[in-house]
């Protein structure tokens, strides 16, 4: 039996609850997610800080997951969750698994939200034994917000972003000392601001230019010994946790199965301004495209993909509320049938040049308008106070900007569009230099 909907959501977390939210005023819309509740990863970071600039207030993760949600079913948005989309069967249409079978679901319009995740230990070559008690942030924020799980009662934290320190609010709610974070930089990822507070509040020491080189213990971790990445010096540092944080990587598999353009840097599907893909009809929004940025600005990417989103389907002669039939038996030979020429045209591919990682969006087309917030997002590997940002196509300066905010690694720096708005879709690669 194949299912119908205009258009499917991959993903309930902020970027396609906000995306599904904003289109099913007007069309149909069906949206997935493979966890036993929507709202990813906000459901279980309790700590305050969300909403800020989509919802114009502070939350906490999960009041903010929650009120998304209500949204989204106020709406009128169809959420299916423990529905896992494990593939595609057409341009349009995916598979979609959950514990009442394998179903295919046809649409016009498919939109992938999937998020990223942290890289395991496995991703992060960490020698040594396999114990118990190895985790990224979201298995611990999982354990204990969820499952109300004690995780150990002394921890070491790789990383010291913002994401690391959620980690140690939430080991520390746990009953759970942090003994050590380590960052192979050799400053604090984290804003100074938040940084030396929290740092003396929560009482936890920070060791620049270290990493975890060894895990120690058969079955339950007794310790990590610990390298200075410039003396080549190591100690052994005992605890019975340790989280790795940060290190984002996109959930870019379904990306890939469809074979869709990838970005280098991110991993994660390539995106012109209105967060088209290379296939028409598929969209793409939130941290797989830009592993990783806040949570409101992934739901501000939401909004802007409902323009696109709408816009492609007028040209397609779809009106508002076409189409929906759940159960029945549908045609969707007859639906792909009805679209038009579906090529997109080339545009040209934003190149970002070390020591920046990845730009998001990364292309643009004729006819593309400014991307969400009129906001390029891009991810420095170095450090500078003042960063000079130079583009240049076709061996001529098309942009060129100083930040007023610094560029550091380990977080999104956001340049205004205005870097790249003398850019011709029809010249070739951009490349955007850092100084
Ligand atoms: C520990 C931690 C603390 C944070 N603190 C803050 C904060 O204070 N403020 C803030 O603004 N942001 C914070 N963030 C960042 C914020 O949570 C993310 O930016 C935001 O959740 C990303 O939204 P998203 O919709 O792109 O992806 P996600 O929230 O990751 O949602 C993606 C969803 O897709 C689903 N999915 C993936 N693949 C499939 C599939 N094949 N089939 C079906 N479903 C699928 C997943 O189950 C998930 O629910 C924090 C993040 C972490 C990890």
């Keep these: 039996m194949t299912n119908r909907s205009t258009i499917l959501v991959v993903g309930a977390g902020p970027a396609g609850l906000t995306a599904a939210t904003e289109l099913a005023r007007t069309h149909q819309v069906v949206l997935f997610d493979r966890e036993s509740a929507a709202g990813g990863i906000p459901r279980h970071s309790a700590h305050t800080g969300y909403g800020i600039r989509d919802l114009h207030r502070v939350m906490t993760g999960p009041n903010y997951a929650r009120r998304l949600v209500e949204r989204a079913r106020e709406a009128g948005v169809d959420i299916r969750t423990e529905s896992t989309v494990t593939g595609w069967a057409g341009d349009h249409s995916l598979v979609v698994t959950s514990p009442h079978g394998r179903v295919q679901w046809d649409a016009d319009a498919v939109i992938l939200a999937t998020g990223a995740r942290e890289r395991p230990r496995s991703a992060r070559l960490i020698a040594g034994d396999r114990p118990a008690g190895v985790l990224t942030t979201g298995q611990l924020q999982n354990m204990v917000h969820l499952h109300h799980r004690t995780p150990g009662k002394r921890a070491v934290v790789v990383g010291s972003e913002l994401v690391s ?48 080189v060894r895990v120690i213990g058969r079955d339950a971790l007794e310790a990590v010994e610990v390298e200075d990445v410039r003396a080549g010096s190591r100690r052994i540092v005992e605890c019975d946790v340790l989280v790795l944080t940060a290190d984002w990587i996109p959930d870019y598999e379904l990306t890939a199965l469809a074979g869709l353009d990838r970005d280098r840097g991110t991993r994660g599907p390539r995106v012109d301004m209105s967060l088209r893909t290379s296939r028409a009809g598929v969209f793409a929004v939130g941290n797989l495209i830009h592993p990783v940025d806040t949570a409101d600005v992934c739901a501000l990417d939401g909004r802007q993909v409902a323009g696109a989103v709408r816009s492609y389907l007028r040209d397609l002669g779809m009106g508002e509320h076409s189409s929906a039939a759940e159960g029945s038996a549908s045609d969707s030979s007859a639906a792909e049938g009805s679209l038009p020429d579906s090529s997109l045209p080339d545009g040209a591919v934003i190149q970002a040049v070390a020591p920046l990682r990845w730009i998001a969006p990364s292309l643009i087309r004729a006819g593309d308008h400014a991307p969400a917030r009129r906001r390029l997002l891009l991810w420095s590997d170095e450090f500078r ?21 610094p560029a550091v690694p380990g977080r999104v720096l956001r340049a205004p569009w205005a870097l790249l708005e003398r850019a011709n879709p029809a010249a070739g690669e951009v490349r955007v230099t850092l100084g």
Excluded: K, N
């Design 385 to 405: 106070l003042s960063p000079r940002l130079v583009a240049t196509q076709d061996g001529r300066e098309v942009g060129r900007l100083t930040i007023p905010w």
């Design 165 to 212: 320190w959620s980690a140690v609010l939430t080991l520390r709610e746990a009953g759970c000392d942090t003994v050590l974070m380590t960052t192979e930089r050799s400053r604090p990822e984290s804003y100074a601001l938040f940084h030396h507070p929290a740092r003396v509040l929560l009482s936890t020491p920070v060791s620049t230019a270290t990493r975890v």
